[in-house]
Each structure stands twice: as C-alpha cells, then as structure tokens.
C-alpha cells in the first residue's frame, strides 16, 4: 500500500492506495497536478494524463465516501465524498484516512497528488 498526500490550498489530506494493479499504476503517475470539479454532488472528478491499469479489476464497483476511484471508460480521477451505488467501469485506488471535508469546496480547484514522506 501506498500512502499519498493530496494538497489544495491550505488543505491536506490522508490517503492510502490499494496494492492493487490500479493502485500501483496510480502510484506510477505522481506527482500530480489536477484540476478538480464537482460531479453530480457526491464526487469530485479530474483528467488523469493516462490511463490506470484496469486488469485485474471487478466489472463494477459500489463506492463509500472517501473512496478514490477511476472511472475508466472516461480515464479520471473520482474522489467520492457521498456514497453511491455501484457502476460498470469504477474501479477502487484506495481511500482517503480520515476527514474529508477538506475536498467540499465550492468550484473548480487544483490539487497536487503525491507519495507521503
């Protein structure tokens, strides 16, 4: 598992990757700079600049709040703060270690995604 840090603004967050094959892809990719949005109020959602390794993935997947995911028929970045039920292509990266509420901002925002120190 890997611990990473995400950053955006004065707010930094706690997370842990799965030692997953999408997990460890993720991982490959940081640091990362990312724009963040708001998607349907229950995710936030970025472009990642390439694609996560999805092979040995579930069909689908039902995530909790907290959850990092990828949605891979469109390649981004979902940060789940609400839960919600399950969907074809979401696949889990891991999941943030506490408190969230940091990533609720109203907006776009950036954030920059790295391996914890």
Known sequence: MTRIRMTAGETEIAATLDDTPAGRSFAAMLPLDLEISDYHGIEKIADLPGKIDTSEAPRAY????????????????????KPFSAAAGLV???????AFDGLLKKGNYRMRIEAAQ
Do not use: M, Q, S
Not at 62 to 81: C, M, Q, R, S
Not at 92 to 98: P, V, Y
């Open 92 to 98: 889990r990266l891991g999941a943030i270690d506490g």
């Open 62 to 81: 039902k995530p909790e709040a907290g959850d990092l995911t990828v949605y891979a028929p469109w390649g981004n970045l979902a940060i789940f703060y």
